[in-house]
């Protein structure tokens, strides 16, 4: 994919395209799994969603909203010669091996949380805290007495969090909790259900909304519009709302961390984003919606042997 972009994409826009793709990437590949995004985080730590019917349900229509921007983005970039003799911006050192070993555990320690959840019935931030303290300790005994490595450690990498944003996140689920304990949030509800009776309609719409406004606090309002009472654990609306909450962000630069990020990184403009890639963006979006409808009429999941495994129960 790298490399068709490379020939097909003027170098101006080669980099940020590459970069757009990986925001895209990013939106679809944390919609599936409850780890891989906040909303979906969300809505399995309540308890809205599971773990393994939730992955069998939409991981096709993520990889579907991934690969139709990335087919269309090939189709219609103009074909220059010199895309050629583009500067390869991925080129870099290589992983020591020891990098290699913390990046791997830290995926694995990733990947434990649902598995530890299903074992131990604890909360998912516990997992998270036990992969972070084995991470502390690989990574104090991997730069025992290296003092110019210190940044490498855990308490280095904790003191350059991003408190601001974590702040930010809270107060949203504050004020969110806020307006659910005002009633205001069933009001809302009360008046979606009357004006638009299909909540599929409802799922899509926070979607395209998550693309102007973060999906944190539309997914936690939608949570505090409607309980398990309404709708039932992994009940198709609480999946939609993980897919199109995830995916939707990427309709626009400003719609998802990722995006905000590569802007800032990059210092992309939010309308060069608009007229190159939210078309593609939409148009992925759309198909991976259409999938998600079709698997469901045609009750089609993705054939897995751990949904017979006894150690990783559904609930």
Avoid at 161 to 179: M, Y
Avoid at 200 to 214: H, M, N, Y
Avoid at 224 to 248: E, H, K, N, V
Wanted: aromatic letters at 10%.
């Amino acid at each position: 994919m790298v490399s068709l972009l490379r020939k097909l994409v003027p170098p101006s826009d080669y980099r940020k395209l590459l970069g757009a793709v990986v925001v895209i990437a990013a939106n679809a590949g944390g919609a599936w799994t409850p780890i891989g995004d906040v909303t979906t985080t969300m809505l399995w730590i309540h308890g809205q969603i599971s773990t393994l019917p939730t992955m069998k349900s939409l991981f096709l229509p993520s990889a579907i909203s991934l690969a139709v921007p990335l087919a269309l983005l090939s189709l219609t970039s103009e074909v220059n010669g010199t895309g050629q003799d583009s500067p390869n911006v991925l080129a870099s050192e290589q992983m020591a091996p020891r990098g290699q070993l913390v990046f791997s555990v830290g995926i694995g320690a990733l990947i434990f949380v649902p598995v530890f959840k299903a074992l131990t019935g604890l909360p998912p931030y516990m997992g998270m805290l036990l992969g972070l303290g084995v991470l502390w300790i690989l990574t104090d005994a991997i730069h025992y007495g290296e003092s110019e490595r210190q940044k490498l450690k855990v308490p280095q990498a904790l003191s350059r969090i991003d408190t601001q944003g974590a702040l930010f996140f809270l107060g949203i689920l504050l004020s969110v909790s806020s307006l659910e304990a005002a009633g205001l949030l069933r009001e809302i509800a009360n008046f979606l259900d009357a004006k638009i009776p299909n909540t599929d309609l409802i799922a899509s719409a926070i979607g395209v909304v998550s693309a102007i406004i973060d999906n944190v606090p539309l997914v936690a309002a939608a949570m505090g519009m409607y309980d398990l009472t309404s709708f039932p654990q992994d009940s198709d609306f609480w999946q939609l709302i993980a897919f199109c909450a995830g995916t939707g962000g990427s309709m626009l630069i400003i719609g998802s961390a990722a995006g905000v990020a590569f802007m800032g990184m990059e210092k992309v403009d939010f309308f060069w984003y608009l007229r190159k890639v939210s078309g593609f963006a939409f148009a992925g979006y759309a198909a991976g919606i259409a999938t998600y409808f079709a698997l469901n009429s045609l009750h089609i999941s993705l054939p897995t042997t751990l949904a017979q495994s006894t150690f990783l129960p559904c609930s």
